[in-house]
């Protein structure tokens, strides 16, 4: 947000600009020059030097204090401009450059902090600079501060105390130097005190002098000397007031620890506050390669690999505490730790990173502003949410710097004196305070409103209203205060169709070796969440159903009880959770074997939307950006993830609705390619940087001249929620040509080896599970052919080899993924092949003869595949897929359609779907336009029909009495064609 100019001085404040001009004329009476060089100051110079002393004593004082070195810095022409990236960490290594006393270390680090901190406020009030460039100069002011005075005192200090050495390494040994909270993010403020933890990465002792020390002892003593370098209070103020008190056990730890006790302390011992300030862990100081190891340490403590709403609770009860030291202390007017105050949309932003940042590697950033910007581009909340919260941070933070502009003191208090209130108006940009005051409760509102959306407790509306939380009626049953026919009762009341299962349900899980085995706290969790499920199970008119798809995932997760917490934190989740269950065992099972799908169900909105094919691939390849390339494992469960993710949103749109069949098989597809798409990127990537890059046969590098072709339902658009994926690998390299890397391998063997790598990442089994089947058997040569094929060995092979039944396969195929030149030069093979002259009578007699044997083999048995005079009787089974007059049928004649004219009418080849297909024919008056839009609608319903039965995890099997009429019209139509 952008401020109001800086109000005109009023009245009251002008005695302040006065005395600081005439304190800064007599500091300046003895210095050769001085005059004329504060009359060359520009006309702006001398108004703002007027503003910023009515509105600061602490540059008032300093001006007069120090005047040659407030005129020098003047003359710089650093009061109007920016300071260059690493411009004043340069400065600060000047000023030291000489220095060889420890007393004298102090006073140069004093005083270059006081330039410092008067350049800076002094471009804060004038409006010079904004928010961000006021908090990172004092950020990277502070950063230098430490860091150089680490290093100056490191020297010494092993001068008189030996090199401490690493017992395992036998390398010299660094501190690092962590900077937490507002400096960790790059957000300190005018006043604010440094938050610091120290570590050094292994145990060992000093060597160079003649009585060692140990290492941990070194830089203790190491530490003590830094903090009094910066935090004493002398003559000349201090650098900056250091706080320790982060550190493992606080106060009354040990002042450094090594990187094993401090990954030992934080995984054993590490409370919910300490996760909530590492987020903001920074390097400050000190060695920043050994520091970048021991914040990937610590990183699994901080950022949970599942959904962690166990956060929460842990903020909402800091926030309690805060708010009881708040009453107690009369705070109300603090604008840090009041209600609406800075800590709160602080505590927004990092419950979102604590949940999600295990999973979502874009919320592991420090800076405030950027998280929230993040959150608003990711979608957890709205835009309008997030500009308010984002404009009523910045016009806080602003307000906080106004007060410790004043005097350079850490405060967060409103004023209580008339000229304080003025000069904080006045620096905001109001005429007067009542006009402030009235904006900055104007924005505490708001921040605070939206804080309780966030951290409220879901219970806290029923708790005020007087009346139970929610499920409370449920909690004697759960508890076993009631006996077995009490409870009985109470579930036949409130709707169950069979309350004696339903009881035994629930004593079953409450009695199950997954429950006892829980941990007090996970049990606590249990307690508040059953009653909550019971509550709203009845309110479903299937409740025995939900508790029986339902409790396998609570018993499921019981040991895992923050998933609980996400459901009992949201129950809008909750109530999404079990209407999905309901109507689908397949989605239940789904949740109860990857709880993470719990997270799906937070957004209503992006859960009954999902996002169309652009928007898929760009999702799926901006999470793999965010994973560091080596790290296959996260990439795989990213991969894995995305997948079961999506294939969720798909299912719970066709159950509620909102996506059509083909669109479920379109969205089925396009999360399909997006996958593969990636998944050939890695595998290339991992396999160049094996063996190098493979050849053409000009002699140029392949880019990568691989294609994966889509067979049957991938090809032909038509993805089922449990399909396999039949692929054909194929590659426009020179087999004999080897690849330009340390470990050259000819070119057949590498773009094998490439797709063995593609089916190994789809096809392993992960925590996740695997990406998808595979089945490669409709390569050339099937099973014993090669992996992967050249495109000329293809194209040999289907115009000299290939049977009929692998030019109908060959119909379906399409590039899902690779390189476009290759794509197209298997575009034209595919419509080369296809379009040959076939002699018809020998094409329909293969044709036929396979679609018997196909039936001979997969249909029904006791219909004939639906051919026996008994096949349309209720007791008969109707396979949709393979019987007579269904799925399979239809497809064989379009295939038999296609093979027969593509020749004359080359548009049969444009597409590799049915449906299409079926367009073209009548539109070339091969097939009646009644028969084919008759095809199209059986088609649609048979496979709408076996989408609900995966969906409730039956096999595609259906009463021999349904679809009598659409199954004879398909048998009318296949025998019109002379297939039978």
């Known amino acids: 947000m952008s401020l109001p100019p800086l109000a005109d001085l009023p009245n009251s404040l002008q005695p302040f600009a006065a005395r600081a001009e005439q304190a800064l004329h007599a500091a300046l009476a003895d210095l050769p020059a001085a005059a ?9 110079r001398h108004e703002a030097f007027v503003r910023v002393c009515a509105a600061s004593d602490f540059v008032s004082e300093q001006a007069s204090r120090a005047a040659e070195t407030f005129l020098e810095l003047a003359d710089s022409g650093e009061l109007e401009r920016a300071l260059q990236s690493g411009e004043l960490r340069a400065q600060l290594v000047a000023a030291l450059a000489d220095c060889d006393d420890e007393a004298e270390l102090g006073r140069r680090l004093r005083r270059y902090r006081n330039r410092q901190q008067l350049r800076i406020i002094w471009r804060d009030i004038s409006r010079q600079a904004d928010l961000r460039e006021t908090c990172w100069d004092l950020s990277e002011l502070a950063d230098a501060c430490v860091d150089q005075a680490y290093q100056w005192l490191y020297l010494r200090h092993c001068q008189q105390f030996g090199t401490p050495i690493g017992r395992r390494s036998g390398q010299p040994q660094q501190l690092v130097i962590l900077g937490m909270g507002k400096l960790g993010a790059h957000e300190l403020n005018l006043s604010s005190d440094i938050d610091l933890i120290f570590g050094y990465p292994e145990g060992g002792e000093t060597e160079g002098v003649k009585r060692a020390l140990d290492n941990q002892e070194f830089f203790t003593r190491l530490g003590q000397r830094l903090i009094k370098a910066l935090d004493a209070l002398t003559a000349d103020g201090f650098v ?27 995984q054993d ?28 340490m610590l990183r699994p403590f901080v950022y949970r690999r599942y959904l962690d709403f166990s956060a929460i609770e842990a903020l909402r009860a800091m926030k309690q505490l805060i708010q009881q030291e708040v009453r107690r202390k009369g705070m109300a007017d603090n604008i840090k730790l009041g209600s609406g105050g800075i800590r709160e949309v602080e505590f927004i932003a990092q419950a979102f990173q604590l949940i999600h940042g295990g999973r979502d590697l874009s919320l592991q950033q420090r800076p405030l502003l950027k998280v929230l910007n ?39 208090m409103l004023p209580d004196n008339d000229s304080d209130c003025a000069r904080v108006a006045c620096i905001m940009g109001f005429d007067n305070w009542p006009a402030f005051h009235a904006q900055l409760m104007y924005w505490r509102g708001r921040v605070d409103w939206h804080f309780r959306q966030v951290i409220a407790d879901p219970d806290e509306d029923e708790h005020a209203a007087g009346t139970p939380c929610i499920g409370g009626e449920w909690l004697p049953l759960w508890e076993e205060a009631l006996d077995e026919e009490a409870a009985s009762r109470q579930l036949a009341d409130a709707g169950f169709a069979e309350p004696e299962v339903a009881w035994r349900r629930l004593s079953d899980l409450r009695s199950g070796p997954q429950v006892r085995a829980i941990q007090r706290l996970g049990r606590e969790r249990l307690d508040a969440f059953v009653p909550r499920l019971l509550a709203q199970a009845v309110e479903h008119d299937k409740p025995d159903l939900v508790l029986e798809r339902v409790l396998p995932l609570v018993e499921a997760v019981a040991r895992r009880s923050a998933y609980l917490v996400l459901l009992t934190e949201n129950p809008g989740a909750l109530q999404r959770l079990i209407t999905l269950c309901a109507a689908s065992p397949w989605i239940a099972e789904q949740i109860t074997r990857f709880p993470l799908l719990l997270d799906e169900l937070l957004n ?21 950006t965010r994973i560091p390339e080596d ?6 469960e990213a991969l894995r993830h995305f997948k079961l993710a999506h294939r969720l949103r798909v299912a719970a749109s066709e159950i509620a609705g909102t996506l059509p069949l083909m669109k479920v098989s379109d969205y089925l597809t396009w999360l399909a390619e997006a996958i593969l798409d990636q998944v050939l990127a890695l595998a290339w990537r991992q396999s160049v940087a094996k063996y190098g890059t493979p050849k053409r046969g000009d002699g140029s590098l392949c880019d990568p001249d691989f294609i994966i072709v889509g067979y049957g339902k991938v090809g032909g658009l038509e993805l089922g929620h449990g399909s396999d994926l039949d692929l054909v690998f194929i590659h426009d390299g020179d087999p004999q040509a080897e690849t330009d890397g340390a470990k050259p391998i000819d070119g057949a063997q590498f773009f094998t080896r490439l797709g063995q790598r593609i089916i190994h990442l789809l096809t392993t089994q992960t925590t996740s599970g695997q990406l998808y089947e595979v089945d490669m058997r409709l390569r050339p040569s099937g099973a014993s052919g090669l992996l992967v094929s050249s495109l000329g060995a293809f194209e040999r092979y289907q115009q000299s080899e290939a049977w009929t039944w692998e030019h109908q396969a060959l119909i379906r195929a399409r590039v899902l993924v690779g390189s476009a030149g290759v794509g197209a030069a298997f575009e034209r093979v595919r ?31 006791s219909t004939g595949a639906g051919t026996a005079a008994h096949a349309f009787e209720a007791s008969a089974p109707f396979d949709l897929k393979q019987d007579a007059g269904g799925i399979v049928d239809i497809e064989f004649m379009v295939q038999y359609a296609t093979l027969a004219w593509s020749q004359q009418h080359p548009q049969l080849l444009r597409w590799t779907d049915n449906i299409r297909i079926l367009d073209e024919l009548e539109a070339v008056g091969l097939l009646p336009g009644a028969d084919a839009r008759l095809l199209q609608e059986v088609y649609k319903a048979y496979r709408a029909a076996a989408h609900r039965l995966a969906l409730q995890k039956q096999p595609g099997v259906v009463g021999g009495d349904q679809f009598h009429a659409e199954r004879r019209a398909v048998m009318r139509i296949w025998h019109e064609l002379g297939l039978s």
């Not at 060089?37 to 520009?42: I, V």
């Not at 250091?242 to 302390?265: K, T």
């Open 604 to 624: 209503e909105g992006r859960l009954f939307k999902p996002p169309l094919a652009p928007e898929l691939a760009a999702e799926l390849r901006e999470r793999l």
């Open 831 to 861: 419509a080369a092949v296809l379009a040959q002259p076939r002699d018809l009578p020998k094409l329909r007699g293969e044709v036929g003869e396979m679609r018997a044997k196909m039936r001979d083999n997969l249909g029904s048995p």
């Open 269 to 296: 011992q590490g409370r919910d506050w300490e996760r909530y300030a590492m987020i903001k862990a920074r390097v400050v100081g000190g060695d920043q390669q050994a520091g970048a190891h021991l914040l990937e």
């Open 631 to 636: 790290d296959l494992e996260q990439q795989m």
């Open 36 to 44: 004329e060089r504060l009359a060359a100051w520009p006309q702006a």
């Open 374 to 412: 993040t959150l608003e581009g990711q979608g957890y909340l709205p835009p309008a949410v997030i500009a308010e919260l984002r404009d009523g941070y910045e016009f806080l933070r602003y307000t906080e710097h106004a007060l410790q502009a004043i005097g350079d003191r850490q405060t967060q």
């Open 240 to 266: 900056f007031r250091v706080d320790m008190r982060l550190r493992p056990y606080g106060s009354a730890g040990a002042l450094v620890l090594s990187f094993n006790a401090l990954e030992q302390y934080y």
